[in-house]
């Protein structure tokens, strides 16, 4: 049988919406329709970021509760990942919801330049957040937006702060951080499986590279993400319509590369994780 390939769906991100860009869904009932639609069309994961009503970027425990409340409700057993990322939030804010315990939450395990900013974590801030995701019960996904980052993992699993096995995420295509290209991804696999043999991955290719980082993926055995976070044109001609239109793309293509999507119950089993907490009456 196929192998499972675990699609995440990195639903609306940090940055601000703008004319060309209607279809990131921002309010939290946008939110959950579009993370349903997604669902439906293949994702068992979704990456979450919330926005405050003038949308900018909130760490408003309120409004991930909703976000969360509503994707148990809709999307039974979807594994929900709040995002802890810095664009637009105090570093004391970012781990601030955590107490809400979704079953996962993004985790970068270093500082890195951004095109226009540096994104920082300094070490103190990458030990409280794992500390805190440890006594929550919240698996990280380590997000490795430079190699060193994988090392810094590595180490941090060494000390105890993060639970095996592991999920780690390789960020490609950011401008200043690590360029998609495929050598560099297999070479990245290949330090994980030396350094942590028994971890998972995914990478998420930025903008115009999602497409080509998804392929890689799905070629070399791992997990894969996309949505509007990470890149909002379909192809050269167009914007994409929705969310759920890139996880349908990227389920199409599973076939194609000898996968399948992994629906939710699989996912956690891969991931190690619990079975879903029972929604909340509806
Ligand atoms: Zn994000």
Not at 168 to 187: D, S, T, W, Y
Request: glycine share 6%; charged share 25%; proline share 8%.
């Amino acid at each position: 049988m196929s192998q499972p390939a675990i699609i995440t769906v990195a639903i609306t991100g940090a940055i601000p919406r703008k004319a060309d860009t209607p279809a990131v869904p921002v309010t939290p009932s946008e939110q959950i329709e579009s993370t349903q639609e997604a669902f439906e069309a293949g994702a068992s994961v979704v990456h979450i970021h919330v926005r405050n009503p003038d949308e900018s970027p909130s760490s408003d425990p309120a409004l991930f509760g909703r976000v969360q409340e509503g994707v148990s409700n809709h999307c039974p057993g979807m594994i929900i990942q709040f995002s802890t990322g810095g664009r637009g939030r105090e570093q004391s804010e970012r781990g601030k919801m955590l107490y809400l315990k979704p079953d996962m939450a993004s985790l970068a395990t270093g500082s890195v330049n951004f095109p226009k900013q540096i994104y920082e974590n300094p070490p103190q801030l990458v030990d409280d957040l794992a500390s805190t995701m440890l006594a929550c019960d919240v698996k990280p996904e380590i997000e490795v937006f430079d190699v060193a980052m994988l090392y810094n993992a590595k180490a941090l699993a060494d000390r105890g702060l993060l639970k095996r096995p592991c999920h780690v995420q390789f960020v490609m295509g950011i401008p200043n951080a690590l360029p998609a290209r495929r050598k560099l991804l297999e070479f990245l696999i290949d330090e994980l499986k030396d350094l942590m043999p028994d971890a998972t991955w995914a990478a998420a290719g930025i903008g115009r590279h999602q497409l080509e980082v998804n392929e890689w993926c799905l070629e070399l055995g791992g997990h894969v993400r996309t949505g509007l976070e990470d890149n909002i044109k379909f192809d050269k001609a167009r914007l994409a319509r929705s969310n759920a239109e890139l996880v349908a793309r990227v389920a199409d293509l599973c076939a194609t590369k000898g996968r399948r999507p992994a629906g939710p119950a699989e996912a956690r089993q891969i991931l190690q994780l619990p079975p879903a907490r029972k929604p909340t009456a509806k």
